[in-house]
């Protein structure tokens, strides 16, 4: 744990340096607004080192964009539900705090408003309000942006930043009834990131701070453990709001400020960032706020980064999760969509948070394949066939995106 503290300690200086040049090199609403990778094929983000921060990830299971931007390859989830810590994708919207701030997790205080009884409360003192624990996917806003032939600006992600990952913590429902309740005419629940801000800059520019509808709160969590660890650093640590099923934007890290508030938040990264903007528009508070997930699903193997597949029975696996529903099925196409098979969802099932995994057992003679899914939840949603053109990149779950082509011999 030292050895990890000091190399933190290091990286976030370097990390913070780098930052602020980034800063300095374009408006501040662009950079909260996009991700701040830019385009880069595989071979050229995977030469790029771990930066010392996450040294700890699988570099073989990664692709660095940026020392703010790390990819899950496709090839790397596995047949597993849950996504190890090492392989779990990064998005930082700022450089992460110096790594002092997990040197003494208990003592790390958030202030909560918005209640009848407003105070400051360490990690320590949530520990004694309630505990709970979710399974859920945590993907970022911009996953599968790559996808987009428009190339919107930010980092090209494929299927890679996603994951399903386990928290623990206590429900904010508890923390608002040990605090009186709410107050009269809350309609948003915000949370403030407490990344140190760079000087000379309007803070609402610039900071990390999203507000959700207060019935998001039903299910949230201010979390202290992923996975069954402590949070890192990286990911958020000592403390960060959980909102299963909304997009990782919403999942405060390094929480110092959870309010619960009348209307949303008017810093620029809600007012302005991470808004459905049509094509040839800029981002307003007048279009859709990029929250709520929907349901999505991809394959992961067969895989077209893999060696060539042997003709004879094939293993079609993947994974597919409904945002905030339950998957209730998922069907398979080997002809880029003008045939559906059903196939089986296996493993636990963690809870309609969660993504289930899903297989198709097929024989494949030899030839070349367009293999799909298409997933429902248990709201009838039906995951569409293309994406919605927006100017961020932002939710694309269409399937036709998310096939793989493959070869069997």
């Not at 339950?326 to 969802?345: F, K, P, Y």
Request: charged content about 20%; hydrophobic content about 40%; aromatic content about 6%.
């Amino acid at each position: 744990m030292n050895d990890l503290t000091r190399l933190e300690q290091s990286a976030a200086k370097e990390t913070v340096s780098a930052g602020r040049r980034q800063l300095l090199a374009g408006s501040a609403g662009a950079l909260v607004a996009a991700g701040v990778g830019g385009w880069a094929g595989p071979a050229a983000a995977q030469a790029k080192p771990l930066p010392a921060y996450v040294s700890w990830k699988d570099a073989n299971s990664v692709i660095v964009h940026s020392a703010t931007t790390i990819e899950t390859k496709r090839s790397a989830f596995g047949s597993s539900v849950i996504t190890p810590a090492e392989q779990l994708y990064i998005r930082n919207n700022l450089p992460a705090p110096d790594a002092a701030i997990v040197a003494d997790r208990d003592s790390w205080e958030v202030m909560i408003e918005g209640v009848k009884s407003p105070r400051q409360l360490s990690v320590r003192e949530l520990k004694t309000m309630g505990l709970e624990t979710v399974a859920m996917v945590l993907q970022c806003s911009g996953n599968g942006r790559g996808f987009f032939p428009s190339k919107p600006s930010g980092t090209p992600w494929k299927v890679g930043a996603a994951g399903c990952v386990v928290w623990s913590g206590v429900p904010v429902r508890a923390v608002a009834e040990a605090l009186g309740g709410m107050a009269d005419g809350m309609r948003f629940m915000t949370g403030s990131g407490g990344e140190k801000l760079p000087e000379g800059l309007d803070p609402k520019t610039i900071i990390v701070e999203r507000s959700v509808p207060m019935k998001a709160m039903a299910d949230s969590l201010l979390a202290w453990e992923m996975n069954g660890a402590p949070i890192s650093l990286a990911h958020g640590g000592p403390l960060r709001l959980i909102v299963p099923g909304y997009t990782g934007v919403n999942n405060i890290k390094y929480i110092k400020r959870l309010a619960f508030t009348a209307t949303e938040t008017d810093a620029r990264i809600m007012s302005h960032g991470y808004r459905i903007s049509p094509p040839g528009t800029k981002g307003d508070p007048s279009q859709p706020s990029v929250q709520e997930m929907s349901v999505k699903s991809w394959i992961n193997s067969p895989n077209p980064d893999h060696s060539m597949v042997k003709a004879g029975q094939v293993q079609i696996q993947g994974v597919a999760f409904g945002g905030l529903h339950t998957i209730r099925r998922v069907e398979v196409s080997i002809d880029g969509g003008r045939t559906w098979q059903s196939a089986r969802l296996v493993g636990p099932d963690l809870g309609k948070y969660a993504w289930r995994q899903f297989v198709l057992d097929a024989r494949l003679p030899a030839g070349s394949y367009t293999l799909a899914s298409r997933a429902t939840d248990s709201a009838g949603n039906v995951q569409p066939e293309q994406r919605s053109e927006n100017v961020g990149g932002y939710n694309n779950a269409g399937w036709v995106d998310h096939a793989v082509a493959v070869t069997v011999a």
